[in-house]
């Protein structure tokens, strides 16, 4: 799922690769601003032009593709031998894992810019233990829908747009932001409004948790840090006059975002303080992704870059070509990003010499 699935903080609980080489890669049918998901051995990853496609994770050969109406811009979720993907043509669609054959879909009223969320219902929930589908829309409306059918289990509404996913806090909250100029937290077991914590500007993005902490980025160039359970902002940091426009990664020490300032920000996670910041040759609009001992992210320069934690010195670079928005995405033995060429990029770390 996008950012790793339900706390979306985009934490890996591994080590980054090391002197990463191509491993393969693949022409899409068109540019690439959405994150694969990689799972069982497969890379499903959409397209401006609408399609998803379904390739093998150790050679990039396509296994299958859908084509949908309009952009694909985020990850569809895989679970339970399934592949819910969300399309700017307004629809969620639920296909086999396997094949790409449809076995529903679900309509909303505008856009779906973000990814589809799986979890399993609360205990206290109409529904307990079955399969639920956590799902934001442009037009406003974060909905719940069951993941076997499709069908509505409760919605929400909001004041305006809806463009990232929306994340679980404590088992127990929904909580994501909006062009509204909120932060809303609602009970996950029914929809019912907690509290809103109003920010300075949209939020753009995706948030990012910890803990009973989220963190996101607005257009009032911040890094806003909020206590969900509190209901209140904790700290707010800036920089310079430009807005972040990713998604933050998150780890018990740091918030790490990405800026069209052309800089990776790391920001102390308990003050908001910043820590260090690493400088590319392009916006950094894609979100970045951090292992125990760094981050790696993407850059409008067609660079992708990996950074020491400790102090954002420079462990490696990869130039790939092509402007990288996309978010990049590990699993398995590979790390996967999409260029706005429409290259799929598959990497590995290179294999150590025998002794």
């Not at 076995?103 to 505008?110: I, L, M």
């Not at 500007?201 to 989220?214: K, L, R």
Request: glycine share 12%; net charge neutral; with cysteine.
């Amino acid at each position: 799922m996008t950012r790793g699935g339900p706390s979306l903080s985009g934490n890996v609980a591994t080590s980054l690769p090391r002197d990463p080489v191509i491993a393969w890669t693949f022409a899409a049918s068109g540019p690439i601003t959405a994150e694969a998901s990689l799972v069982a051995g497969r890379v499903y990853v959409g397209t401006g032009k609408g399609t998803l496609h379904c390739l093998s994770a150790g050679s990039g050969q396509q296994l299958w593709e859908f084509p949908t109406k309009d952009a694909i811009t985020a990850a569809p979720a895989v679970a339970a031998g399934k592949v819910f993907l969300a399309s700017n043509d307004g629809r969620l669609y639920a296909l086999s894992a396997d094949t790409g054959k449809e076995a529903w879909q679900f309509a909303s009223e505008d856009k779906i810019s973000a990814g589809a969320i799986v979890i399993k219902a609360p205990a206290d929930s109409a529904t307990p233990s079955a399969d639920w589908i956590l799902l934001n829309g442009y037009d406003g409306t974060t909905r719940v829908l069951a993941a076997a059918d499709g069908k509505l289990v409760w919605s929400y509404k909001t004041d305006d747009y809806i463009n990232g996913s929306p994340a679980v806090v404590d088992g127990r909250f929904l909580v994501f932001g909006g062009c509204d100029s909120q932060l809303h937290v609602v009970n996950l077991k029914d929809g019912k409004l907690v509290h809103k914590i109003p920010t300075d500007a949209q939020i753009p993005a995706s948030i990012g948790t910890f803990g009973t902490m989220a963190f996101c980025g607005n257009y009032a160039n911040q890094t806003v840090a909020f206590d969900v359970v509190g209901g209140k902002v904790a700290w707010a940091y800036e920089d310079r006059a430009l807005p972040f426009m990713s998604a933050p990664a998150i780890n018990d020490r740091l918030v790490l975002i990405g800026s069209r300032d052309k800089h990776l920000h790391a920001i102390d996670r308990a003050t908001g303080k910043a820590a260090w910041t690493f400088k590319t040759g392009g916006r950094v609009e894609g979100s970045p992704i951090v292992f125990s001992d760094g981050v790696v992210f993407g850059s409008a320069d067609g660079r992708l870059y990996a950074a020491n934690l400790a102090d954002g010195t420079e462990l490696w670079q990869l130039d790939l070509g092509e402007s990288l928005v996309a978010s990049p995405s590990f699993g398995g033995r590979h790390m996967v990003v999409g260029g706005e060429k429409g290259t799929v990029f598959a990497l590995r770390s290179r294999a150590l010499p025998k002794p």
